[in-house]
């Protein structure tokens, strides 16, 4: 079984930081991807960042250049530095974790982010 928790979320004015913190725990893969999502009402889930076990990263165009996705592999986490935060960035940041070669996705609670103007 796999466990995964975020923390982190909360209120920021635009223009301002936050940083999302995730942690797996249960059953870890070795080549594993970690990524965060969000999600607002009405709308499907979507890809934030992506990062593998061996550091690949990508982003959605939306907050590339914004938000910076890293992991600690002996520790089991991921964190998502969001800066120069928007309106339109406010939602429900989900962290997921999968084998590499699986298909299978684990997701936390979800953490809200909201940006005021």
């Known amino acids: 079984q796999v466990q995964v928790v975020e923390s982190g979320g909360g209120l920021v004015q635009a223009g301002g930081s936050l940083r999302l913190s995730c942690a797996v725990s249960g059953r870890i893969f070795s080549n594993n991807v970690m990524g965060w999502y969000r999600q607002t009402p009405g709308k499907q889930r979507e890809l934030v960042a992506r990062?593998?076990?061996?550091?690949?990263?990508n982003y959605a165009d939306s907050v590339e250049g914004r938000f910076t996705s890293s992991r600690d592999n002996a520790k089991h986490t991921v964190t998502l530095q969001m800066n120069s935060l928007k309106p339109g960035d406010k939602a429900v940041y989900y962290c997921t974790t999968r084998k590499l070669s699986g298909t299978t996705n684990y997701w936390g609670q979800g953490t809200q982010v909201t940006v005021s103007s």
């Open positions: 990062i593998t076990s061996g550091g690949s990263t």
